[in-house]
């Protein structure tokens, strides 16, 4: 007796659910140290950015608007940045190098806000809240300089030196022809 096959075999593939998670740590573009440590960027920019906004005179106002500024950029960029990174979000925007878009940023802001921190201790009214705002400054440094260092420990500078290995977007294109071509058909002779 012969067995019965089905005419037809299932031509869909099946679809694997869709995932409800909105919190994807750790990923490949960020782990749960690397997690942590945004956090504590997020959050002692922000103490020192409302430090700072809370100074109501200034003596010499141009180091405390500098200090400001790089506060400020640093809370909303580094929030935006571990909201990415932390999230299916970062597959929308269209980057592809994760990893050096978070160290270029890093060691930008660990910079800015060494440099940020030092102008505004050398010349500001010497109030309690302006000590304040230049202590969670330095902190702001130290944990971004912290993050570059694990960073580096773990993933390596990833814009160092170019890598020649083919990628999937590289092996789908095609190599081009290696032969000379002569306008008239005919083949030169050496």
């Known amino acids: 007796m012969a067995t019965t096959e089905p005419v037809y075999n ?17 990923s490949e573009n960020l782990g749960k140290i690397g997690f942590g440590i945004k956090i504590v960027e997020v959050l002692l920019s922000f103490v020192a950015f409302v430090l700072e906004e809370v100074v109501s005179n200034c003596s010499s106002c141009g180091p405390l608007y500098f200090f400001e500024f790089v506060s400020c950029t640093a809370f909303f960029f580094t929030l935006l940045l571990l909201i990415l990174l932390a999230t299916t979000l970062h597959k ?3 980057i592809n190098c994760w990893p ?17 921190s030092v102008v505004f201790v050398a010349d500001n009214g010497g109030t309690s809240l302006e000590s304040a705002a230049v202590i969670f400054g330095f902190l702001a440094t130290l944990a971004f300089v912290f993050d570059f260092i694990f960073f580096w420990k773990m993933k390596g500078i ?17 190599v081009p022809e290696t032969e000379k071509l002569n306008a008239n058909g005919t083949e030169e002779s050496h």
């Open 10 to 26: 299932q031509t869909t593939t099946v679809q694997e659910p869709i995932s409800k998670k909105w919190l994807v740590v750790p």
């Open 92 to 94: 929308r925007v269209g």
């Open 100 to 116: 050096s878009v978070d160290f270029g940023y890093t060691v930008a802001m660990a910079f800015l806000f060494f440099i940020a």
């Open 158 to 174: 990833p814009c160092q030196g170019g890598s020649n290995q083919p990628t999937a977007e590289n092996a789908t294109r095609s």
